[in-house]
């Protein structure tokens, strides 16, 4: 068992369990924490799902039959997004484990756990103890198997999924649009296609639709300008309404509009909680650290409740049970709804926009202008020997400004501000800056990175 151990140290991240195939995540760990999942939640039933990443099906194997050891049975989805697998979760009221890298390159398998009703879990509400029991089970030490094992029944669920997916939007109402979807070859080859068959009055085109976790077209990572390239002159050469840009496991979208311009996903979660406040007045909104001011802006002048919080969908989910918040937005592309059990959902953010598209008979390069008011920079990731020394490094220089570290550091400059924060799943530092100007976004990207790799 010599390098289980560290292993599976670095594959327990803040939010999901995450790491390369066979080096970091192997079968070994895979049963371990399959017990351990068991063990921690102490269901009756687990729900499993996994995308389309060649690991996963052997993954999955190993993990179920932890499970299904420890007494309880197994409702295997086979393929699904994300977004299916919380869904399942809800429906089903049972713990759900959805085997998937999200973005990341094809050699690397994670795990996303929840509890019943979708609920999450994060290395302070289950992660650490499922660590701890998989190392027992690694070393000898770990549960004994139940006398009667559990139960595998297998079940497609995507109808159902669709079905819920479209409650979210007016189907009287929708008018003819013209869509195309890139897939990056990840889950959304399954599942938007399935959805837009039942809205036969929107004209769509999937680019890159065939599952194939080698992502042989480009990452699936829409949040990096370089792989939207191809769906924006896509939507520009075919004359399309709205491009969407999904990740590898469906659960985040990026939208672009008909001139071919990206939407960050700071001016989708305005315009998302515009959409929730005209229906909900005064309701709660959340929206993580790295959004533009814009967000809490908005909010505030619709007569919601604004409340800032930390990168990830645990602590994201975790603070819209504990507040309420009927809708949540992170500027990375996630897109959380109370009535999707507060999980987060690409396909169901883009009936909410599509069905505010139909509704007013705008543009979305209308509909996203009065969200824009700001410059900023995106999100720079920088590779760097020791994250913490320059994060302290940067908290000195800046040390005359209003600061805080609810999540990385965040300095207020009066006219701009900015946020550096380590990667929860990648080794790097995150710059993430906002001006009043183009200019001063600039200037001040300039010497932020001059200051990082010193």
């Known amino acids: 068992m010599f390098g289980v151990v560290p292993n599976l140290e670095a594959i327990v991240k803040a939010y999901d369990i995450r790491g390369t195939v066979p080096d970091q995540l192997d079968s070994t760990l895979a049963h371990a924490l399959g017990v351990a999942f068991a063990g921690f939640s102490k269901a009756k039933t687990v729900v499993i799902g996994h995308d389309m990443r060649p690991s996963g099906p052997g993954l999955v194997e190993a993990f179920q039959r932890g499970v299904l050891e420890q007494g309880a049975d197994v409702v295997n989805l086979g393929l699904a997004s994300t977004d299916m697998l919380y869904f399942a979760s809800g429906k089903l009221d049972a713990p759900g484990a959805m085997f998937t890298a999200s973005h990341n390159p094809a050699q690397y398998n994670g795990i996303k756990c929840c509890l019943a009703g ?8 289950g992660l650490r103890d499922m660590k701890s029991i998989a190392l027992d089970v690694i070393e000898g030490r770990g549960p004994a198997k139940a006398k009667n094992p559990g139960e595998l029944t297998k079940r497609n669920m995507l109808k159902e999924f669709v079905d819920h997916v479209v409650g979210f939007i007016d189907v009287g109402k929708i008018r003819n649009l013209r869509i195309v979807a890139d897939t990056a070859n990840g889950m959304g080859g399954l599942v938007a296609p399935a959805v837009f068959e039942r809205l036969k009055k929107f004209e769509v085109e999937i680019m890159y639709g065939e599952l194939d976790g080698s992502f042989p077209n480009h990452p699936a990572d829409p949040i990096q300008p370089a792989n939207q390239r191809d769906l924006q002159a896509r939507v520009v050469a075919g004359k399309f309404d709205v491009g969407l840009a999904f990740d590898g ?17 700071s001016t989708t ?24 001011r814009v967000v809490p802006e908005t909010i505030t002048a619709l007569g919601g409740t604004p409340i800032r919080t930390k990168n990830g969908h645990s602590y994201m989910k975790q603070v819209m049970a504990q507040t309420g918040a009927i809708f949540a937005g992170e500027h990375s592309g996630h897109y959380y709804f109370a009535d999707n059990y507060r999980a987060d959902s690409g396909l169901i953010a883009t009936m909410v926009v599509l069905g505010e598209m139909c509704r007013t008979g705008k543009s979305l390069s209308e509909l996203r202008a009065p969200f824009e008011k700001y410059a900023n920079s995106g999100e720079i990731n920088t590779h760097v020997a020791d994250i913490q020394e320059v994060i302290n490094r940067v908290t000195k220089q800046f040390s005359g400004y209003a600061q805080d570290h609810l999540d990385g550091l965040t300095v207020d400059c009066g006219s701009w501000w900015f ?22 976004c600039d200037e001040h990207v300039a010497e932020l990175l001059t200051l990082i790799t010193a």
């Open 118 to 125: 979708a609920r999450s879990i994060g290395i302070d509400n």
């Open 419 to 440: 946020n550096v924060r380590p990667s929860n799943t990648e080794p790097l530092l995150r710059l993430n800056l906002e001006a009043a100007t183009r200019e001063e």
């Open 249 to 265: 496991d469906a659960d985040r979208v990026f939208l672009v509009d008909e001139t071919g311009k990206s939407v960050s996903g």
């Open 269 to 292: 979660t305005a315009l998302l909680a515009s959409v929730f406040l005209r229906e909900n007045p005064k309701a709660t909104i959340l929206y993580n650290l790295i959004c533009s």
